[in-house]
Structure formats: C-alpha cells, structure tokens
C-alpha cells in the first residue's frame, strides 16, 4: 500500500512538472505583453502608429542626406574631363527641379 501511495505520487509529481514547464517558459517569453495587447488593441494600434511615424521619418531622412551627398558628389566630379558635361546636365536638371517645386 506504502509504494502505490509513492508510486501515485511520483505520476502526481511528474504530470505536475510536465504542466508547469510550459507555463513557466511562456511566461518568461513575455506572454504577458501579448495577453495586454489583446485585451487593449487600440494600445496595439498606437504603438503601430508611432513605429509607423518614426519609420517614415527614418526614410525620409536617410533619403534626404543620401541625396545630398549623391549631389556633392556629383558637383565635384563636374571638372572630369569625360563625365563632366554629362554630370553637369544632371545637376543643372536637379537645380531646375527644386527651382520648380512649391513652397
């Protein structure tokens, strides 16, 4: 009687130990930020948002001073004997672009 007792024990013990593991590692996952999304979405839709708005800025930016680099680049290799005229076209139609543009 002794060792049933033990040996139902030792099942109770194990099927504990297989259900905790489980729960534990998908709390220490984070679950619970996804559990906080879930029950408040518009939380979830503003972050998005905001990710979205720094994302955009990020390119614009990134675009904005590749472009400035691309035309100093550019302006300085104007005085090449061979790619100076054709650069220069390319330039003189940047400048009539921005020229054109509203402000």
Do not use: S
């Not at 007792?5 to 729960?23: A, L, T």
């Not at 979205?52 to 300085?76: H, M, Y």
């Not at 790619?83 to 672009?97: M, S, T």
């Amino acid at each position: 009687m002794e060792t049933e007792n033990q040996e139902r024990k030792n099942i109770y013990e194990e099927g504990i130990k297989k259900v905790v593991e489980p729960v534990r590692d998908i709390f220490a996952t984070g679950f619970e930020d996804v559990i906080r999304f879930v029950k408040k979405p518009w939380r979830l839709i503003w972050i998005n948002f905001l990710i979205g708005i720094a994302r955009g800025l990020g390119f614009f930016l990134g675009v904005t001073i590749l472009g400035a680099c691309i035309l100093v680049a550019l302006n300085k290799m104007v005085d090449l004997p061979v790619l100076g005229k054709h650069i220069a076209n390319i330039v003189n139609a940047v400048q009539e672009q921005l020229a054109n543009m509203p402000r």
